[in-house]
């Protein structure tokens, strides 16, 4: 097999594998670049066209590491303490009035969701203490609370559009004209 036959077979589960894997699709490009790149520098020096998709798949997976193996390296570089301030009003007014909006849809949830939602990201308790207070197992906890913040923000993404910047933060949001959306409050996403 030659390397546009590889790019040909591999491309698009390779990129959903990526992208999976990768918080921004940039990135994951770049990467699925880099991967393609060593797969035609190497691909002379497999012997065994059996094993071309597991192969394919640790270089793709050494590549996954390496980029976040680089990122972090960049978290460690000092800032200058000259570096100017982000005017950060407008952001914080914009999670604010998102905030007043999560109560509303945490009540929307099933009572397990609902429950372990109170309690944990709306309250006080600790994942440990939620599962010691429900009787269930602290894996059983973590599960809920995770599949209740995934709940919970596919009602966000039903109400309304979020524009988020490089980092992931929400920098603004409109509402989505839809009548399907359970926004539970006018004043979500307004």
């Not at 990122?71 to 303490?81: A, D, I, R, S």
Request: aromatic content about 8%; some cysteine.
């Amino acid at each position: 097999m030659n390397t546009e036959e590889v790019w040909k077979s591999f491309y698009n589960p390779l990129r959903n594998f990526i992208v999976k894997r990768v918080k921004l699709v940039h990135d994951a490009d770049d990467i699925l670049q880099n991967v393609f790149m060593k797969i035609h520098a190497n691909l002379d020096t497999l012997k065994d066209d059996q094993k071309l998709q597991s192969w394919i798949y640790q270089i793709t997976r050494n590549c996954i590491m390496d980029y976040y193996r680089k990122e972090k390296l960049q978290l460690k570089v000092e800032l200058p303490t000259d570096l100017p301030l982000e005017d950060t009003e407008d952001l914080n007014e914009a999670i604010k009035e998102i905030a007043s909006c999560i109560r509303p849809m945490v009540q929307q949830l099933s009572d397990n969701y609902k429950h372990a939602l109170e309690l944990t990201e709306l309250g006080n308790y600790t994942q440990k203490q939620l599962s010691e207070q429900l009787g269930i197992s602290f894996s059983g906890a973590k599960s809920r609370v995770q599949r209740g913040r995934e709940k919970l923000k596919e009602l966000l993404l039903s109400c309304c559009n979020f524009e988020f910047d490089r980092l992931g933060n929400i920098i603004d949001y409109t509402t989505r004209n839809s009548n399907q959306t359970k926004c539970s409050t006018s004043d979500c996403c307004n």
